[in-house]
């Protein structure tokens, strides 16, 4: 009932910009916190930026300073504006989303709904 469709991946040199955009849609009642993660090969996922629906951001350390979270609530789109990005940075970058969305009758919650996924390759 509810779909993540993840773009702007690609290929960037290090010290460039990407900007990765998440639309939510479906049957979707209200969209809570929205973040993003990400999954370097052989390494666990782990928390890039979130936000809450109050839209107050959060980062993780490696990243504060040269990526931006920002919503659009009207859009149901959350972004990621990475700025200096280093090879380190590669991967596959995931949206995640709290959304509360109608299921049949019911209105029902997923905390933790998940895109399919872009990548994200930074090397010269």
């Known amino acids: 009932q509810v779909q993540l469709v993840e773009s702007g991946g690609g290929l960037v040199q290090p010290g460039g910009s990407l900007r990765l955009s998440c639309e939510a849609s479906?049957?979707?009642?209200?969209?809570?916190?929205m973040g993003w993660y990400r999954q370097a090969p052989g390494k666990p996922r782990e928390l890039v930026a979130n936000?809450?629906?109050?839209?107050?951001?959060n980062y993780a350390d490696s990243v504060r300073g040269r990526f931006t979270i920002s919503r659009d609530n009207a859009k149901n789109t959350v972004y990621l504006q990475m700025n200096s990005l280093k090879p380190e940075d590669t991967a596959v970058y995931y949206c995640?989303?709290?959304?509360?969305?109608?299921?049949?009758?019911?209105?029902?919650?997923?905390?933790?709904?998940w895109g399919q996924g872009t990548q994200v390759t930074v090397s010269s």
């Open positions: 936000m809450s629906s109050g839209g107050s951001p």
């Open positions: 479906g049957s979707i009642l209200r969209l809570n916190g």
């Open positions: 995640n989303a709290d959304v509360t969305y109608l299921g049949g009758f019911f209105a029902r919650r997923e905390y933790d709904h």
